[in-house]
């Protein structure tokens, strides 16, 4: 089946510095992704949508900002945090959207990456 | 705007019991339904995948049912193992196209030796 990866699997940083997570479909091509995170004993909740070569469109509350998400191929995409604060510490996980033999349209997780800002 | 709801929350059960999970969603209009499962601190494995024309899906131990009328679907576990504590999400895709998946809040599954 299709495979999707995420860079780094867990990151610890300071207060006040960027992160970027990188979200990829190895075997096939996305023409859209969509980043999701999890807190601690809490279900995934949608963040954005990346669409490939186009602006991500993010989800309420969600500041765009702050989470600057590029596609800039099919791919790949990646999820800048900027400026990050303990408040973000979380479980980032990507999809990758895939319409497999037979026109089933799914979609593919990344294992997740855990960010931990001090 | 739909939504997904799963019960119990949380359930323990001993080793060998088959089980069922509960997933309900508000909108019926679905494209597909799709059950995860999910281990502490780890991605989401991908467990079944049944189509809104489809009523069940099996594999192995695990058979999913889809009862897209009543906005129901069931997750049944044959004979448990204390491998299959996890967490079980359910998640709804409302349509084929952009559009990402609905989750529920999860069963944190516990299988007791």
């Known amino acids: 089946g299709a495979v999707v990866s995420q860079h780094p699997s867990w990151v610890i940083c300071k207060s006040g510095t960027s992160v970027k997570i990188e979200c990829r479909s190895l075997?096939?091509?996305?023409?859209?992704m969509f980043w999701y995170r999890q807190f601690p004993k809490q279900s995934l909740m949608l963040m954005a949508t990346s669409n490939e070569g186009s602006k991500a469109t993010y989800e309420q509350g969600v500041e765009k900002d702050k989470f600057l998400i590029n596609h800039a191929s099919l791919t790949l995409s990646t999820l800048t945090v900027t400026s990050a604060h303990p408040e973000d510490s979380s479980f980032y996980i990507c999809?990758?959207?895939?319409?497999?033999?037979?026109?089933?349209?799914?979609?593919?997780f990344g294992p997740g990456t855990r960010l931990t800002v001090l | 705007k739909q939504e997904v709801t799963q019960i119990p929350a949380a359930l323990s059960v001993p080793e060998g019991e088959n089980l069922v999970l509960n997933c309900s969603f508000t909108d019926s209009a679905i494209y597909n339904l799709q059950w995860f499962r999910q281990d502490p601190g780890k991605g989401l494995t991908s467990l079944l995948l049944i189509q809104s024309s489809q009523r069940e899906q099996t594999s192995g131990r695990l058979n999913a049912s889809l009862d897209k009328s009543s906005g129901r679907s069931t997750l049944y576990i044959a004979a448990s193992q204390p491998g299959d504590s996890a967490t079980y999400l359910c998640a709804a895709n409302p349509y084929s196209g952009n559009t990402p998946l609905v989750f529920g809040k999860g069963t944190r599954l516990s299988v007791i030796a």
């Open positions: 999809s990758a959207r895939d319409i497999v033999a037979g026109g089933v349209d799914t979609q593919y």
């Open positions: 075997d096939f091509q996305a023409t859209t």
